[in-house]
């Protein structure tokens, strides 16, 4: 690890459990979305977590910024736990971490011009004058690939493509540190896909931006990410700078999961690995290593005893016994 590195969010331990009642209220059991995870995000860096649909990746960054409360854990940003914050405090700490979303159509009110939407979070924040407001907004409009006229449009008036740099628009006016991308390309065509990803790292360098990127494909995590996290039903099972990952994957569910991402070169053939099962419930996740109703390679202790998170290679983290 490089020494010049410098975390800019450390989250440990990070539980979220939701209850879940019967039609008399009572609690009937608890859905554990998210049920350990723990990694670090570096400035400068972008951290992807991966996993299927339902694992927990974006209840997790939600958690993260408390657009829901946390049941347990810390999240250090700049040394501050943000999950004890009290409610003035977080919201100055809200400025600096920031959220671009699967679908930014959705959160966009259809009647307001883009330009006062984006002014709105400018507002909030207490930032600038009403002048020096629309300054910003028109600067980042085109520093977003949109143009100066695009302030007096509506949000039905963009393509998903613009839409979701109106999304990045909206997050960097706050001139964040943090920013937690939600799937924000998954909505997206492959060819535009490519261009938010690129226009992602070209505001990373330019804004010195850290992300949170979150997606189910972690051939598109790949392209963007410093390190990978990967999710299986709550838990982070390995995470590793994104070449150690790729290279040599270590918890047989990421094998399975590089398995089926295509080769560059056709002509080289791999063994698919096809996970046998469905994913369990959350509401009753399997007993010892959450894996083993899947695994190939499970063996008794796995049924009973959980595996501890363990630097099985340098910067390289992994939980199973196996390893
Ligand atoms: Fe498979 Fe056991 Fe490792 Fe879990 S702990 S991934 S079941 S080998």
């Given at each position: 690890m490089s020494a010049k590195r410098k975390p800019i969010l450390e989250v440990n331990g990070l539980k979220k459990h939701f209850s879940v009642k019967d039609s008399l209220g009572r609690?009937?059991?608890?859905?554990?979305?998210?049920n350990d995870v723990s990694f670090t995000l570096y400035e400068g860096e972008t951290f992807g977590l991966v996993g299927e649909s339902g694992c927990g990746k974006s209840t997790t960054g939600r958690t993260i910024l408390r657009l829901i409360e946390p049941t347990e854990g810390t999240a250090l940003f700049n040394n501050q736990n943000i999950f004890q914050l009290s409610n003035s405090d977080l919201r100055k700490v809200r400025k600096d971490l920031q959220m671009v979303f699967q679908d930014p159509y959705s959160s966009l009110n259809p009647r307001i011009r883009i330009g006062n939407a984006l002014e709105e979070t400018m507002i909030i924040h207490n930032l600038g004058t009403k002048k020096e407001r629309m300054e910003t907004v028109m600067e980042i409009l085109n520093k977003v690939g949109l143009q100066e006229d695009h302030y007096y449009r509506y949000p039905h008036e963009f393509s998903g493509g613009q839409r979701q740099r109106i999304g990045l628009a909206r997050a960097l006016v706050a001139n964040p540190k943090v920013i937690v991308c939600d799937e924000p390309v998954s909505a997206l065509d492959v060819s535009v896909q490519s261009q938010i990803i690129n226009l992602l790292r070209k505001l990373q360098n330019e804004f010195k931006l850290s992300y949170l990127f979150i997606a189910h494909d972690i051939s598109v995590v790949r392209h963007i990410s410093d390190r990978i996290g990967v999710m299986y039903l709550g838990n982070m099972v390995e995470d590793a700078p994104t070449e150690s990952l790729f290279a040599s994957p270590l918890h047989p569910y990421t094998k399975a999961l590089l398995s089926a991402v295509p080769l560059p070169n056709p002509g080289v053939k791999k063994e698919r690995i096809v996970l046998q099962g469905e994913i369990p419930s959350p509401l009753n996740p399997p007993s010892g290593c959450i894996f083993h109703t899947r695994c190939p390679y499970v063996k008794d202790v796995c049924r009973t005893v959980v595996p501890v998170r363990k630097e099985?290679?340098?910067?390289h983290y992994v939980s199973c016994h196996l390893v």
């Open positions: 609690t009937k059991g608890l859905v554990k979305a998210v099985a290679a340098p910067d």
